[in-house]
């Protein structure tokens, strides 16, 4: 049996799981009751005399991590009223549902209490019912905000799944590559970042350096196959006066102009045999040694390298070294073609279209559902850089604010794909009657398959271009009976 008193009622084990709800009131006949009445209804509850002693309570429950759901708490009060408790309380509340009591109740002193972070009043004296209506109220309004908090959580997790530094995606393919980008981003480890030419390999790389303890020093990135051999030992060294002809001053090499930071070295396997040699001593060492300079130096850079040939196929073909392959891989990220992840096209090219309107002071809104069908069919052999250049030159053909199928036809590889024939039942010509109704169920039929078949059945990309929600496009299939 429960051992019940008004100073501090039942067992503790009994209560752990029980909302927590405090009376204040000077009355303590009314203590007694309110105490009775809100332990009936499932409360672990708690009295106090006045504001002051409800303050200390209050401070006293948050600190041990149990602080109270609901408080009942009367305004006229001596040593400290209500409203003061209110003041007095304002950073303690938070969390807390406060129900404020008079008998001497007026609108005026309802509303200030409600300005000072009451949620609800009540006039005294009140029957049972008023106070469990309340307190159901106030439970309801905690399982709300708790909702609410949760909802916010979960959307600031799916939105932080999806993104890594100033780089968005909707896929699963992405949503991958982001998560060892962030571990990646952690450590010093050297990076190998792979995948076709136009994947994005270089913004990752810039998000790695931006997201690590690095972020304040320099990212140096430089083309491998854009140096010629000759002068590759100088670029990544520096050289000292008098090393060569035409060394007339001391010159920093690229690993200096890193110092602390991070290196990016791209097309990683266009490096000559003779300068891998070179390299991998610098990535074992951590020294480096200028060109006509007698002693080495230590160096402080993060390497992070990237390509798009498949260096294991390199180094059986003799083109790459072998250890200065596994000294690279460390870490190695692999990013996914456009064509395996064109739920990212809508998103890709919200950016672009965004950034070029700011370029060339155009308002485009939108991408027509015909050019967007256009562009889940073409394969994009030239990945995002291509979509950007597509983007780029249709904002500039563009006479009206949205893009068109024609504004994308003059591209390398990229033709409109004409819209295939849609069965005979769809077709409004074979009609039988005059029905609004039956010619707009029909329309719509033509239109699903045709979105279906202009993306291969992929029901997510033909919602998109129907501009209707997934759901909506799930019940109209099974409405209109489509088997594709």
């Not at 402080?300 to 690279?328: H, M, P, S």
Request: hydrophobic residues 40%.
């Amino acid at each position: 049996m429960k051992k019940i008193n008004h100073e501090g009622q039942v067992d503790m084990s009994e209560q752990d799981n029980k909302k927590r709800l405090l009376v204040i009131d000077d009355e303590e006949n009314m203590r007694h009751m309110l105490f009775s009445m809100v332990t009936q209804y499932g409360y672990q509850t708690e009295t106090a005399a006045d504001g002051l002693e409800g303050l200390e309570k209050v401070e006293q429950a948050r600190s041990q991590g149990r602080p109270f759901d609901v408080i009942l708490c009367d305004i006229k009060m001596p040593n400290m009223d209500g409203m003061s408790f209110l003041k007095a309380g304002k950073d303690l509340l938070t969390g807390s549902t406060v129900v404020v009591m008079s008998a001497y109740g007026t609108i005026d002193s309802a509303v200030e209490a409600m300005k000072l972070g009451a949620y609800d009043y009540i006039s005294k004296p009140f029957k049972a019912d008023e106070i469990k209506l309340v307190l159901e109220k106030a439970s309801e309004r905690e399982k709300l905000k708790n909702e609410n908090l949760f909802l916010k959580k979960r959307i600031k997790t799916i939105e932080s799944d999806y993104s890594f530094n100033d780089i968005t995606a909707k896929s699963k393919a992405m949503k991958d590559v982001f998560y060892l980008a962030e571990k990646a981003a952690r450590f010093t480890t050297t990076v190998l970042i792979t995948g076709g030419s136009g994947t994005g390999k270089e913004l990752i790389a810039k998000g790695i350096h931006l997201m690590s303890d690095r972020a304040d020093k320099f990212l140096v990135p430089v083309n491998c196959g854009g140096i010629p051999e000759n002068l590759m030992e100088s670029e990544f060294f520096g050289y000292k006066k008098g090393a060569f002809t035409d060394a007339k001053a001391d010159k920093k090499g690229l690993f200096e102009e890193a110092e602390g930071g991070t290196l990016f070295l791209d097309e990683i396997g266009e490096l000559p045999l003779s300068m891998q040699v070179k390299l991998l001593r610098v990535l074992q060492e951590n020294e480096i040694r200028a060109v006509g300079e007698l002693k080495t130096r230590k160096i402080n850079v993060r390497v992070i390298a990237a390509t798009a040939r498949n260096l294991e196929d390199e180094v059986q073909k003799g083109n790459f070294r072998e250890d200065l392959f596994y000294r690279l891989n460390v870490l190695s990220i692999k990013l996914p073609p456009l064509k395996d992840r064109r739920e990212d096209i809508p998103v890709l090219c919200e950016r672009f279209m965004d950034m070029f309107n700011l370029r060339f002071g155009r308002h485009i809104k939108s991408i027509s559902p015909a050019a967007m069908g256009l562009f889940y069919s073409h394969d994009w052999p030239g990945n995002i850089r291509e979509l950007e250049n597509a983007i780029e030159r249709a904002i500039v053909l563009a006479d009206e604010d949205v893009l068109l199928p024609e504004h994308f036809t003059g591209l390398s590889h990229v033709e409109p794909i004409p819209l295939k024939d849609t069965p005979q039942d769809g077709d409004m010509t074979n009609l039988q009657s005059f029905s609004l109704k039956t010619a707009k169920e029909a329309l719509e039929r033509t239109m699903i398959i045709r979105a279906l078949r202009e993306t291969n059945g992929n029901r997510t990309h033909a919602s998109r271009l129907l501009e209707i929600s997934h759901p909506s496009l799930l019940s109209k299939i099974k409405a209109y009976d489509i088997d594709l």
